[in-house]
DNA sequence: AAATATACCTTGACAATCTATGTATTTCGT
DNA sequence: ACGAAATACATAGATTGTCAAGGTATATTT
């Protein structure tokens, strides 16, 4: 199906795209958001987050800065969307208004909505 | 994702058992069907139907007869929903329901809802 | 007569995601 | 004080769903 391609590729990216779009955040933080927000439905793996971070960034989409967190040898790497990246996240977020309605059509309406 | 990975599983076979939850139906109508109820949105592949088509038979969630076409040499292969299909369709469509829920979520409600 | 639509099907390639693995630091419980 | 779990980054190989392409055949339209 032409459209689910579309939506599939881009199914995670607009989760991630989504939270960025409030403000910076790093990977882990990203997974736990999304975790929290979506009331643990998405349980994003590292192994699909990160790899989908580095590709956003390499489209312009994101930009990221490493960050050493205050006395501590730990280091977390931000991610900030660009404004390439909110134009993606506009079209995507079209597209994903369009593939749910066109899901809740062919399954006759949201739930049981008027016929 | 967890759930990612059931919908992408089972988006394309519930739209199919969506729409022969109605009546038996033939791959090439199942195609048109979607095509023309989605609005042009969803243009099913018949290298992406058969294969499911068949595979949902196999689970037991169809099943299928050869109808010859009233004065021609064409069959067409009709597929049913069985009560275990019926089953599989309301898990389905529940998952469903629960992604969509999460997407609208984590992306801050449909659309533009109230900040 | 040729092109398009109808109607079935399979195979090989591609793309998205997952599991597993690796490294390192920090916090919590006992 | 020690071990387990959580935090935090990352990559590689396997799995899986979908697509494009190819194949066969009949029916309709131009």
Redesign the interface.
Known sequence: ????KEL?KG??P??VL??LARGEMYGYQIIKT?EL???Q?????EG?LYPILHALEMEGLLTSRWVQVEGSARKRKYYQITEKGRKELADE?AA????????N????GV?NAAT
């Not at 994903?96 to 899901?103: F, G, L, R």
């Open positions: 199906m032409k459209i689910r599939a199914s995670t607009l989760l989504g939270v999304v927000e979506s009331r439905v998405f349980q994003m793996n699909t977020r994903w208004d369009t593939y749910q309605t066109a899901v059509r062919v399954l006759g739930q």
